[in-house]
Structures are given as C-alpha cells and as structure tokens.
C-alpha cells in the first residue's frame, strides 16, 4: 500500500532481510519489517507492514501534529515541492532522526529520510509517552492524515520480538509501466 511513500511505492517488491537486527538493535531513521498478531473478534490474526523508527527504548515521544519530538526535541525537518512524478507533485519534507544534528558543513547528511507532510491535522498533540524495555515507537513515511488511517497517523509502539527484518531494496514495482526504474532504499 501508499503507507511507506515515498521510500516504498504501492506494488513494490521488496527485498528484506530478516537477519538485520539478530546482532544489532534497530536504530533511528531504520526502516523496518514488523509483524504482529492481534486479537480480532476471538481470531488471532498476524499482520505485518513496515515503518521507520522514531524512537527507542526508554526515549520519550509526543506528536506534535504529526511532526515527532524524541526527549523533548523536535526533528529537523526541511521542505521541499517535489516535482517529481513519483511523488505526485506534493510537498516532500526530509526528516533528521534523533541525535543527529544539522550543521553547516552537511547540505545533505546522509540519515535524511524523505516523508509526505499531512495537508491537514487532525489533533494538535499527543501526550508525552515512555517507552518501555525491548519497546520502539515507529511511523509510517506517508504521514497524510485520513480518518481510516489511525494507527499511522499516531504511529505504532512495537516490542524489539516483532521487528522481523529491514528492507534492503525495491526490486521492481508491479504496477508502474517502467517497472525497474526505481531501486533501493533510503
């Protein structure tokens, strides 16, 4: 689906690799592979998607809008029209992880991660969380605001047992006409 635009497309095959995090701990700006299972209506389902680590273990999180704060300190984040066709001409913000900083000597850091700014909020903040041992707070790059999309808009608290992998590359896309032109990840 659209929830990981612009670093994932809808139809995008993905490659990911499962034993990333077997020795090392996700970091901040990964992109991960998730599965859980919960509980629907008596039926224990497993649902899987992808999404980007905002904060880690014991850090403290708050929404403001959808922009995140980590440990009291909003990420940087910059502003740019895209014009691209990829990203339907909307507005394409690059995001900083926590700890790194911006200085004059570093146009373009490496850790940026290109997300899609919401055209409109729906709430102005969220309360302060903490999280837990093993526990990581991760939102999705498409950060759109749309009333079916809840548990994007205010992310996803996930326990270190259900990140299962880091997608490594977009092999090819099933749905664009030019279906190897795009590679990679960010």
Do not use: C
Not at 9 to 32: C, K, N, Q, S, T
């Amino acid at each position: 689906n659209d929830t990981m635009r612009p670093s994932m497309m809808r139809g995008d095959l993905i490659l990911v690799d499962r034993h990333a995090f077997w020795f090392d701990e996700p970091d901040y700006g990964d992109l991960v592979f998730i599965e859980e299972e919960v509980l629907e209506n008596d039926i224990i389902r497993r649902r899987a998607f992808f999404g980007r680590v905002i904060a880690k273990p014991h850090d403290q999180v708050q929404l403001h809008g959808v922009q995140p704060s980590v440990n009291g300190k909003s990420l940087t984040q910059l502003h740019n029209q895209a014009e691209n066709s990829v990203y339907d001409r909307a507005i394409l913000t690059y995001e900083l992880p926590h700890l790194m900083e911006l200085n004059e000597n570093m146009d373009e850091p490496a850790k940026w991660y290109p997300i899609l700014a919401p055209n409109q909020l729906l709430f102005s903040q969220t309360n302060t969380i903490t999280l837990e041992e093993d526990y990581y707070y991760v939102l999705e790059d498409n950060r759109e605001v749309r009333r079916d999309r809840v548990r994007s808009t205010y992310g996803s608290i996930v326990h270190q047992s259900e990140i299962k992998g880091q997608p490594r590359y977009v092999i090819y896309n099933t749905q664009d006409e030019q279906p190897f032109e795009r590679y990679g990840l960010h």
